[in-house]
């Protein structure tokens, strides 16, 4: 096979990030967290919390999805996080 058409390998997940934008008081977002920091936790992958209500352009984009979880910046799920989707997410 042509190199131009091999399939890019993903990266590690230790060379992943996890964001996890949320806002104060929100019980989904505090599952949604508890699921993160335990996938990445197992993985090894980074992750980080955003808050909208101290970031005014994520408040725009997300107020209506919240909690949002974003994978190397790209929109991953929102609402409910299911532990095995962000888990393959990682390592495929």
Known sequence: MSPLFRRKSS?????RLVTLIR?????????????VEKVCGELGATWEQKDISADQALHDQYWEQIPVVLVDGEQHTFWRVDEDRLRRALTE
């Not at 990266?11 to 060379?15: E, L, V």
Request: glycine share 6%; hydrophobic share 35%; net charge negative.
């Open 23 to 35: 806002k104060p008081g929100c019980h989904l977002c505090d599952d949604a967290q508890l699921v």
């Open 11 to 15: 990266a590690a997940p230790q060379d």
